[in-house]
């Protein structure tokens, strides 16, 4: 079982850019999420799928979109890259929502 | 507004002695509550969990304790090592809104 895995796992953009973020998880979990972390921000929710085919916004979905591909997959779109976009992203995944999150390696962007 | 609260941004403790790492919540509809570990560069990991119907849990070395009246929680960690240097998260979660919120963090660091 490899979890919870992302790709890339570090990426460089100029503001303007696009680029998607994968995700992907082989433990049959229902819920899937997306997180930013800052440096004294801790982690805040940008979107999260409560079971395949449905997401919702959660508390920075703006600049984000996201597509819950199948039950292992949900990625997290940025269609136009901002500085401010400058993050570590996390992609976690639970059994059936709101019960123990399993967290991915992360992905480190930078936008310049 | 924040809703879970880690005051403390840092702790330093000498291995071998208690660590107790604090978290305050304001939204009394949280009803689970989760501590997640987190190295650099990596994922966070999770640690222990309590649900609001339990005022103390145990696993090894890792104490969780929760006091609703108060809205405040505690981790300790007894004794501590070295290895337990990193970032921890505490988290909260109520309601069918398959959501977490987290703190954002203290640094813990354990000096041999």
């Given at each position: 079982n490899a979890g919870v895995t992302q790709t890339p796992k570090f990426q460089v953009l100029k503001t303007g850019q696009s680029m998607t973020l994968q995700c992907a998880q082989d433990m049959n979990h229902n819920s899937m999420y997306w997180y930013r972390q800052d440096p004294g921000m801790g982690l805040r929710l940008i979107y999260y799928s409560a079971s395949e085919g449905t997401t919702d916004k959660g508390e920075v979905p703006n600049g984000y979109n996201v597509s819950r591909l199948n039950k292992r997959e949900f990625s997290l779109r940025l269609e136009s890259a901002a500085p401010s976009q400058t993050s570590v992203y996390f992609c976690a995944s639970s059994p059936t929502g709101g019960e123990t999150q399993y967290f991915g390696p992360g992905t480190r962007l930078l936008v310049l | 507004d924040q809703q879970v609260k880690q005051n403390s941004p840092s702790l330093s403790v000498q291995e071998g002695r208690i660590s107790i790492l604090n978290c305050d919540y304001t939204n009394s509809m949280f009803d689970y509550f989760l501590w997640y570990k987190k190295?650099?560069?990596e994922g966070p990991t999770f640690l222990i969990s309590i649900s609001s119907i339990k005022d103390k849990n145990e696993d090894g070395r890792f104490t969780v304790f929760l006091n609703k009246s108060a809205k405040h929680l505690s981790l300790h960690?007894?004794?501590?090592?070295?290895?337990?240097?990193?970032?921890?998260?505490?988290?909260?979660?109520?309601?069918?809104?398959?959501?977490?919120?987290?703190?954002?963090?203290?640094?813990?660091?354990?000096n041999p």
């Amino acid at each position: 079982n490899a979890g919870v895995t992302q790709t890339p796992k570090f990426q460089v953009l100029k503001t303007g850019q696009s680029m998607t973020l994968q995700c992907a998880q082989d433990m049959n979990h229902n819920s899937m999420y997306w997180y930013r972390q800052d440096p004294g921000m801790g982690l805040r929710l940008i979107y999260y799928s409560a079971s395949e085919g449905t997401t919702d916004k959660g508390e920075v979905p703006n600049g984000y979109n996201v597509s819950r591909l199948n039950k292992r997959e949900f990625s997290l779109r940025l269609e136009s890259a901002a500085p401010s976009q400058t993050s570590v992203y996390f992609c976690a995944s639970s059994p059936t929502g709101g019960e123990t999150q399993y967290f991915g390696p992360g992905t480190r962007l930078l936008v310049l | 507004d924040q809703q879970v609260k880690q005051n403390s941004p840092s702790l330093s403790v000498q291995e071998g002695r208690i660590s107790i790492l604090n978290c305050d919540y304001t939204n009394s509809m949280f009803d689970y509550f989760l501590w997640y570990k987190k190295y650099p560069a990596e994922g966070p990991t999770f640690l222990i969990s309590i649900s609001s119907i339990k005022d103390k849990n145990e696993d090894g070395r890792f104490t969780v304790f929760l006091n609703k009246s108060a809205k405040h929680l505690s981790l300790h960690i007894v004794p501590s090592q070295p290895g337990d240097s990193a970032v921890y998260f505490c988290a909260a979660e109520g309601g069918s809104n398959y959501k977490l919120t987290f703190g954002k963090g203290t640094l813990l660091t354990v000096n041999p």
